[in-house]
């Protein structure tokens, strides 16, 4: 296949229609460009949109080879685009070849590959500069030329994670939303608007994490097959220089991401709800990212992981733990009697029982069932996901007269409990399982935030809703949203519309981290239980989260719908 030529010529107006001291407006195969004709007669032909805020240029002036935006008095070299006005650095404007032939004005257009090179380009200065308005005209570009997420996310991550001292929440939340745009089909728009929002969190943190020195690998010759016992005991001792160079030195000899994901899940799950779940979360969204933008980054990526596992809270020191009942006992017992090998999924029928046991009262109940269940057949996945959906009702059957702040309780179980099963699904180990147990523990732990039970759909006893979705998040009408899916699954149980209308609503708050990671895994678990009687659990627990911490300011969106009209052409300030 030949390369594809650098510029496009085509048919602009005739040449008597752009006369000197005027401009022309023209849309040309897309492109919104502006035509000049300076003093001597020489043509001159930018985009029509000004790069600071997409006042249109032809609204503008051209003297001595300077064109001037009037809106906020921005100039810029005709010839070469480039912006001469103060603290402007990147932002120029996109220039064009104009000729005539004959009585016939003609335009060169850049390159499909091209236009998408300068659209990538802009992105990273916009995470860069952590500027919205550029990031979101970026991301509509190239969204709108079926660039898809995950190179938008690659981008994004590229810019950001580079020596970075603690994996923070931007990338994490990158993730989180492609994992989202992967199921929930969203119009373009939405799309616009969500990834908006993941690259603006990234964005900000580049300023608020600290840089790092990178630890360099051991010298040849150092042993092998110990790094994970080594990377284990270092974070134990909270060394994490340490632990980083058996790190970087495991992944310059080529280690695999499985016996990687190995090593660091261990370290993880040696210490009891490390960080209120978070870390958990964490360290399996980085492999969800390293999967999206390639193995090639572990090393830019992984070592950040290391501060969050050796530092977090280990909740074995929390006396909530220990008193009345010692649930790190019970733990430390269940860890112990786990089975050696993890069985097929499949072939288990126990589910109820495990719900059951896992949302009784009964703390010793619930570490026992979840043997039971993975000695009677369970998969280490499948217990998994039953504690994912058992967390998912803590959250349906919250009780709007707890006080506010415990909804992040009942979300830490639910957000913990479902990046647990995500990972056992990919890197099974027994190591990983003993997870489960502080993922009961917790539970338990939560039980009085469902004293008393909210009435769910399926019991028969919830209300029928008396608004829509969007109107439950403008009243905070916590109680009509699960009726609400409930009645949205009814009407179509694909689930599709529902999905769209859940995750759009949540892309057009100022979103939290919390409310990122309850979409994300809200959404996720409900793809995974089709054919499911508690199917809609996830999706109510997660209607009411943002009935309850809705309405926000949604700054991001307005910003968005600008950028969006920019790069449509379309006037802003009319």
């Not at 790069?51 to 032809?58: C, D, K, Q, S």
């Not at 580079?162 to 939405?190: F, Q, W, Y």
């Not at 026992?368 to 009702?393: D, K, V």
């Not at 609503?505 to 089709?530: N, P």
Request: proline share 6%.
């Amino acid at each position: 296949m030949p390369p594809e030529s650098p510029t496009r010529w085509v048919l602009a107006c005739p040449s008597a229609d752009v006369s000197s001291g005027h401009a022309k407006a023209l849309k040309l195969e897309g492109h919104l460009v502006a035509l000049f004709r300076d003093e001597d007669g020489a043509l001159v032909a930018v985009d029509n949109r000004c790069p600071h805020m997409g006042f249109p240029m032809t609204k503008g002036t051209l003297q001595a080879g300077v064109l001037t935006c009037h809106w906020h008095q921005w100039q810029f070299d005709a010839g070469s685009g480039g912006c001469l006005s103060p603290g402007s650095r990147g932002t120029d404007l996109a220039t064009y070849r104009a000729e005539t032939r004959g009585q016939e004005i003609w335009v060169g257009l850049p390159a499909v590959a091209a236009d998408l090179e300068r659209h990538r380009r802009s992105l990273d200065r916009a995470v860069f500069e952590a500027s919205t308005l550029r990031a979101a005209k970026a991301v509509h570009s190239l969204l709108d030329a079926k660039v898809s997420a995950a190179e938008i996310c690659r981008i994004a991550a590229l810019r950001a994670l580079p020596l970075r001292e603690e994996l923070g929440s931007g990338p994490i939340t990158l993730a989180a939303v492609a994992n989202v745009l992967d199921l929930a089909d969203l119009p373009l728009e939405d799309r616009t608007l969500a990834l908006t929002h993941a690259v603006r969190t990234t964005a900000l943190e580049i300023r608020a994490t600290p840089l790092r020195r990178p630890e360099v690998p051991l010298p040849p010759g150092a042993a092998s097959g110990r790094e994970k016992a080594w990377i284990r005991g270092f974070l134990e001792d909270r060394e994490v220089s340490a632990a980083e160079r058996v790190l970087v030195t495991a992944l310059g000899r080529g280690a695999p991401a499985k016996d990687v994901a190995d090593m660091l899940f261990a370290a993880v799950t040696d210490h009891v709800f490390n960080n209120l779940g978070h870390t958990l979360d964490f360290t399996r969204k980085a492999f969800e990212l390293l999967d999206r933008i390639g193995w090639e980054h572990a090393g830019t990526i992984l070592p950040s992981l290391l501060p969050l596992i050796a530092n977090g809270t280990r909740h074995e020191e929390d006396m909530a733990w220990k008193r009345p009942e010692d649930l790190i006992a019970l733990i430390r017992e269940g860890e112990k009697a786990l089975p050696e090998r993890d069985n097929p999924s499949g072939r288990w029928k126990g589910e109820n029982a495990l719900l059951t046991a896992l949302l009784g009262e009964d703390a010793k109940a619930a570490f026992a069932g979840i043997l039971n269940a993975l000695n009677g057949g369970a998969s280490y996945a499948e217990a998994g996901r039953a504690l994912a959906l058992a967390a998912s009702l803590r959250v349906a059957r919250f009780h709007p007269l707890n006080e506010f702040g415990d909804w992040d309780t009942v979300h830490h179980a639910f957000t913990h409990a479902h990046a647990l099963y995500r990972a056992l699904e990919a890197h099974p180990s027994r190591e990983l399982a003993r997870g489960l147990f502080p993922a009961a523990g917790y539970l338990y732990l939560a039980r009085y935030l469902n004293v008393p039970k909210v009435p769910l759909p399926h019991e028969g006893k919830a209300p029928a809703p008396a608004c829509t979705l969007a109107e439950s998040i403008e009243r905070r009408d916590v109680d009509a949203a699960a009726g609400i899916v409930w009645e949205g699954l009814t009407r179509d149980p694909s689930g599709k519309p529902l999905l769209c209308d859940l995750a759009s609503a949540a892309f057009r708050e100022d979103l939290g981290f919390h409310t990122v990671q309850h979409l994300e895994a809200s959404v996720r678990l409900f793809a995974s239980l089709e054919g499911h009687p508690l199917r809609y659990v996830p999706l109510a627990g997660l209607a009411r989260w943002m009935a309850a911490h809705g309405p926000t300011p949604r700054a991001v969106r307005q910003t968005v719908t600008n950028a969006i009209k920019l790069q449509r052409g379309e006037a802003l300030h009319e």
